[in-house]
């Protein structure tokens, strides 16, 4: 097990866009449930940590491009 920590500098478009990701799914739950299945699809298939980020970027810019 690990922990996850996001840290950004004030004003950093880094923040805006992680606020943006999270606010969809707390506003939309299909999207949430649809998140959490491909996490756990991703797990199940063993994908390594390295991996992990790159396996979930095509998600997470179709959702960022829906907030914008």
């Known amino acids: 097990d690990y922990i996850h920590v996001h840290a950004y500098e004030k004003g950093d478009s880094k923040l805006r866009r992680h ?37 979930k970027a095509a998600y997470i810019q179709r959702i960022l491009s829906l907030t914008s």
């Open 19 to 55: 606020i943006q990701f999270r606010d969809a799914h707390i506003q939309n739950r299909e999207l949430l449930i649809e998140y959490n299945a491909l996490k756990q699809g991703l797990v199940a298939n063993c994908v390594s940590r390295q991996d992990y980020p790159e396996a």
